[in-house]
C-alpha cells in the first residue's frame, strides 16, 4: 500500500500514463496530462508564491478539470486543501477561511465577488487565483463556453480582485518553471475537511495523507471483487469539495479509472444525457439524486448493462427508492456509511450480492466499531446505542479546537453522533443522528424512522421530521412534506400515520413545504429546519 498520497498519485499517473482519468463537458485529460498539469501548478507555487510547505490553500470550485489539478498541485506542493463549498455564502467563507488561516484561494470566476467581500473581514488577505468554468475545455470550446457563462447567461458578477491571478496563466508559468519532487511522511496533513460534525458548529478535520491513502485501500478491498484496474468509468455527480467524492474519486484514480465529472447534477435534463453518453460501471449518489431521477421517465432508458456498483450515502437510502431502482435498473443500490471524520469509509454493504437493504453493511477492513450505552458501555446485539469507531483512516482531531477534539474521542474511539444496531450476522443499520433523537413523554423517537414511513406513501416525494418544544410532552415532532401530488392532505397524513406508528410517534404538526433545506449533495438539513422553527418561536415571544 502506498503510505502518501503524492505516491499513489504519481504511481497512477505513470502507470495509466496513456489512459483517460478525467472527462467533463465532453474534454478529456489523460493521466500523462494530469501529471503535467499538475506538476505545472505545483511549480508555480513552489516558485512564484510565498506559500510554504504546510500552508492552507483553498479550493472552491464546482466539478470541472480545473479542480483535480489544483488539488493535486497543491499536494505535489506540499501545501494543506482546504476544500470550500462554492455555494457558500461570504460570511460562511470568511469563518472557513479565517479559522484555517488560509494563504491561497483558488475560485471559480462566478464566486469571485463573495470572496471579495470576505476581504473586508479577513486580516491576512490570501493570494488568489481565479478560473473560468471553460479553462480547461480547450480552444474554441473553452473561449465560447466563458462567453456564454458570463455575458449571455450572466452568471458572473462583478468583483474587483486586482492582485488576482488567471489560472491558465498560471500554468503557463509554471510549465517553465523547475519542480523538486517533495518527499511526503504519512502523518503529514493532506486536508482540512470542514464538517458540521456531531455537534453542528464547523470544524476542520485534520486528515492526514495515512487517513485518506488507508481508506482508499480499504475502498479496493471492498471493491476489488467486482472492479479491475485500468477498466472502469465513474460517473461522479457529487461535488468535489464533499469527503465523499473527494475520495471516492482519488479511490478510482488509484485503479487507472475514468472519472466523469458532473458539474451540475441538479440539470438532471443534462446529466441523464450524460449518463446515456457512456458505458458507465460505476455510479454514486444520494437518496434525493436517486429518487429525482427515478421520477424522470428519460432516466429509464439508461444502458446499465455494464454498471457494476451503484453506492449511496452521505444520508439513508430508503426502502422503496432501492427497490424501484433494482426494478428499473437491473443493478443493486447498495448503502455505505461514513463521516468527514473517517476520511470518510467506516461501513459498507457487500458488492458480491450479499447486501441487506435498510442497513449500511459491515465495517470496511481494518475498522473496528462498537455500540455503546449513554454510560459508555457496549450494548447487546439488537440494541439501539451510539456507534464508535476505530481505524487508520480516523483523523488525528480538529483543527485548533482541542475541547471538540477531546469532546469527539473517548478512549482512542471516535464518537460518530449516530445512533445504531448491529444484528447477529454483524451488519449495522443507522437508526438517526445522536443529537436528532426526541424525547416525548420519557419516550425515544427516531425521526428518520418517521421519513422513512410516510416517504412511502404514493402522494410524499420528500419527508423531513424534527423535534420541537412542547410544554405537555416535553417535545413534539413536526412533519415537512413535499407533495408529489397536490390532493395530499394532512387528514390524509394522519390517517396513514395511524395505521404504520404508535400513537406517540405520529406528528403533531404538519406543513406542505416547496422546497426542503439541502447540502451541496442533497442531504436533506434537518438542523435548517429547527432554526427556522426556533426563529418562529422568538418572533412570537416578542
Request: include cysteine; charged fraction near 25%.
Amino acid at each position: 500500500m502506498k503510505k502518501t498520497l503524492t505516491e499513489l498519485i504519481e504511481t497512477s499517473c505513470e502507470k495509466y500514463s496513456n489512459l483517460i482519468a478525467f472527462e467533463n463537458m465532453g474534454t478529456k485529460m489523460s493521466y500523462a496530462k494530469v501529471e503535467r498539469l499538475s506538476r505545472d501548478f505545483a511549480s508555480y507555487l513552489l516558485n512564484k508564491t510565498s506559500l510554504k510547505r504546510g500552508d492552507r490553500i483553498a479550493l472552491q470550485m464546482p466539478n470541472v478539470l480545473q479542480y483535480p489539478i489544483a488539488l493535486i498541485g497543491a499536494l505535489r506542493a506540499g501545501l494543506i486543501v482546504v476544500n470550500v463549498n462554492p455555494l457558500y455564502t461570504s460570511e460562511e467563507m470568511t469563518t472557513q477561511l479565517k479559522d484555517a488561516e488560509t494563504k491561497a484561494v483558488i475560485i471559480l470566476e462566478n464566486f469571485a465577488h463573495k470572496l471579495e467581500d470576505t476581504f473586508k473581514s479577513l486580516n491576512h488577505k490570501p493570494e488568489v487565483i481565479i478560473t473560468e468554468i471553460g479553462d480547461m475545455l480547450g480552444g474554441f470550446k473553452g473561449f465560447m463556453v466563458n462567453k456564454l457563462v458570463k455575458y449571455y447567461k450572466k452568471l458572473v458578477p462583478k468583483y474587483n480582485l486586482p492582485n488576482a491571478k488567471k489560472f491558465k496563466k498560471v500554468l503557463k508559468i509554471g510549465s517553465s518553471l523547475p519542480f523538486k519532487k517533495l518527499k511526503f511522511q504519512e502523518e503529514e496533513i493532506a486536508f482540512l475537511q470542514y464538517t458540521g460534525g456531531t455537534t453542528g458548529t464547523a470544524k476542520g478535520a485534520i486528515l492526514t495523507h495515512k487517513n485518506i491513502s488507508s481508506n482508499i485501500n480499504q475502498f479496493y478491498r471492498w471493491t476489488k471483487i467486482k472492479l479491475k484496474e485500468a477498466n472502469e468509468i465513474q460517473i461522479t455527480p457529487l461535488p468535489l469539495y464533499h469527503i465523499a467524492a473527494l475520495t471516492n474519486t482519488l479511490c478510482m484514480f488509484n485503479m487507472g479509472a475514468k472519472n466523469v465529472l458532473i458539474t451540475n447534477p441538479r440539470d438532471l435534463k443534462s446529466f441523464i444525457k450524460e449518463l446515456k453518453k457512456h458505458s458507465f460501471t460505476v455510479l454514486t449518489g444520494v437518496n434525493t439524486l436517486f429518487k429525482a431521477l427515478l421520477n424522470k421517465k428519460e432516466f429509464f432508458k439508461v444502458n446499465f448493462s455494464n454498471c457494476k456498483i451503484v453506492m449511496g450515502g452521505a444520508a439513508p437510502i430508503q426502502e422503496n427508492v432501492a427497490k424501484k431502482w433494482k426494478a428499473i435498473t437491473k443493478t443493486d443500490l447498495v448503502e455505505a456509511y461514513g463521516l468527514t471524520e473517517a476520511s470518510p469509509g467506516v461501513i459498507a454493504n457487500p458488492v458480491d450480492g450479499n447486501h441487506l437493504i435498510n442497513t449500511v453493511g459491515v465495517p470496511l477492513f481494518n475498522t473496528e466499531i462498537k455500540i455503546i450505552d449513554e454510560k459508555g458501555q457496549e450494548v447487546d446485539e439488537g440494541k439501539k446505542g451510539e456507534l464508535i469507531v476505530k481505524g487508520p483512516q480516523v483523523m488525528k482531531g480538529y483543527w485548533n479546537n482541542e475541547k471538540e477534539t477531546q469532546e469527539v474521542f473517548i478512549d482512542g474511539w471516535l464518537r460518530t453522533g449516530d445512533i445504531a444496531t448491529i444484528d447477529d450476522k454483524g451488519y449495522i443499520r443507522i437508526v438517526d443522528r445522536k443529537k436528532e433523537t426526541v424525547l416525548i413523554s420519557g419516550f425515544n423517537v427516531y425521526p428518520n424512522e418517521i421519513d422513512k414511513i410516510i416517504t412511502d406513501h404514493p402522494k410524499v416525494l420528500e419527508a423531513a421530521t424534527i423535534g420541537i418544544p412542547d410544554e405537555r410532552t416535553g417535545e413534539a415532532l413536526k412533519l415537512f412534506i413535499i407533495k408529489k401530488n397536490h390532493s395530499l392532505t394532512k387528514e390524509e397524513i394522519i390517517e396513514y400515520c395511524i395505521t404504520k406508528l404508535t400513537r406517540y410517534k405520529i406528528p403533531k404538526y404538519i406543513e406542505f413545504k416547496n422546497e426542503l433545506p439541502k447540502s451541496p449533495v442533497g442531504k436533506i438539513l434537518k438542523r435548517e429546519l429547527k432554526k427556522l422553527e426556533e426563529e418562529k418561536e422568538e418572533v412570537s415571544l416578542i
